[in-house]
């Protein structure tokens, strides 16, 4: 029987101990393993009409008020609208300031039917560009649109189906009054900043006039809006009231044609907060009208507008420019007005002997 000698190392045992430091370690270790947890993200602000151009009705002498001058029989309108605006769309201000919408230009066809004091219109518009900026302000993401014709070659924006009338004063009178209502059928993509993705609609009341070698237009109305998200800096507060005014002269005539050259001031505010910074745009044209005053067949109208955003905010871009060519169309013949013959051209205004 063989003896050994057997060496022990005794160590004493904790076992609080040890627990106390296993559980110290192993959130430590966890943190140091596991994938780091993701941000909580911030709310996407959604996009929205951001056009402040609101045209006027085709035959309409500005681009944007209204001088209600249709008259004599049936007519009608063929026009062509293009404009681009830059930096419609900015968020926040100063060194937080974000342009989401940095450029945006549209094209546009309208058809206008008239008859009398009435005219009933139809006017379809499509992207070209839009492009901007991608960022936070004010808690929130904006995610700037991507707008060419390569990828919206048939994508048409907000249609808008109007009715203007004229209802005191006759056409070239010094004193019109009129109102007009339009319906807005949403169309495109609330991404592209195109349209609010909800039906819209204005109502307006009309004034205009012409005095000698003077003309003026206003008017004042309501858009009536349902987007409402004030949340987020720079989007839609709800109802909103617009205005516009014009007032120009004839530049140059001749027996045949004319040119007509004059500013005009159009804007709109929401009705949650009047006259607020940020709820409020205001711009101004400098606007010049060429156009035929002959009666025969067609006349062809060209309307050139270049302006800046006054109150550079809530939608009112910081340059524009727009153009619009029209074809007006009238059946021929003399009208009857007052047991008197008149020709087409005195009932519509338009007399090509004035000088």
Do not use: C
């Not at 602000?45 to 002498?61: C, K, L």
């Not at 048409?156 to 007009?180: E, H, K, M, N, Q």
């Amino acid at each position: 029987m063989r003896n050994s000698n057997k060496f022990q190392i005794v160590i004493p045992l904790d076992t609080k101990a040890v627990f106390a430091t296993f559980a110290a370690i192993l959130p430590v270790a966890l943190a140091l393993t596991l994938p780091p947890r993701a941000a909580a993200a911030l709310p996407v602000a959604q996009g929205f009409a951001v056009e402040r151009w609101y045209p006027s009705s085709p035959g309409a002498a500005w681009l944007v008020a209204d001088d209600i001058n249709q008259g004599g029989r049936l007519g009608g309108i063929l026009s062509a609208t293009g404009g681009v605006a830059q930096q419609p769309l900015v968020a926040g201000s100063g060194s937080n300031a974000l342009a989401a919408v940095q450029r945006q230009s549209q094209v546009g066809i309208a058809l206008g039917v008239t008859y009398d004091r009435f005219r009933l219109s139809l006017r379809l518009n499509s992207p070209v560009q839009g492009y901007g900026q991608s960022g936070t302000v004010g808690g929130y993401t904006y995610i700037a649109p991507q707008v060419t014709l390569g990828s919206h070659p048939d994508t048409f924006s907000d249609v808008t189906i109007g009715l203007d009338a004229r209802w005191l004063g006759t056409p070239g009178s010094a004193l019109r009054l009129g109102a007009s209502a339009q319906l807005v059928v949403p169309s495109g993509d609330r991404r592209d900043y195109l349209t609010d993705g909800t039906f819209r609609a204005f109502g307006r009341l009309l004034v205009a006039g012409d005095h000698g070698s003077l003309m003026y237009a206003g008017s004042l109305g309501i858009h009536v809006r349902p987007l409402q998200s004030a949340a987020p800096p720079s989007s839609p507060k709800g109802h909103e009231i617009v205005f516009a005014a014009a007032i120009g002269g004839k530049a140059w005539t001749t027996q045949h044609a004319q040119l007509s050259v004059g500013p005009e001031v159009f804007g709109a505010t929401a009705l949650s907060d009047l006259l607020g910074a940020q709820s409020t745009a205001v711009e101004a044209l400098l606007s010049a009208r060429w156009e035929q005053t002959e009666v025969v067949g067609a006349r062809w109208r060209a309307k050139l507008g270049i302006g800046v955003g006054i109150v550079h905010a809530f939608g009112a871009p910081m340059w524009r420019t727009v153009l619009a060519i029209e074809s007006l169309q009238r059946a021929e013949g003399p009208v009857k007005h007052n047991s008197n013959v008149a020709t087409v051209a005195e009932e519509d205004g338009h007399d090509p002997q004035a000088k």
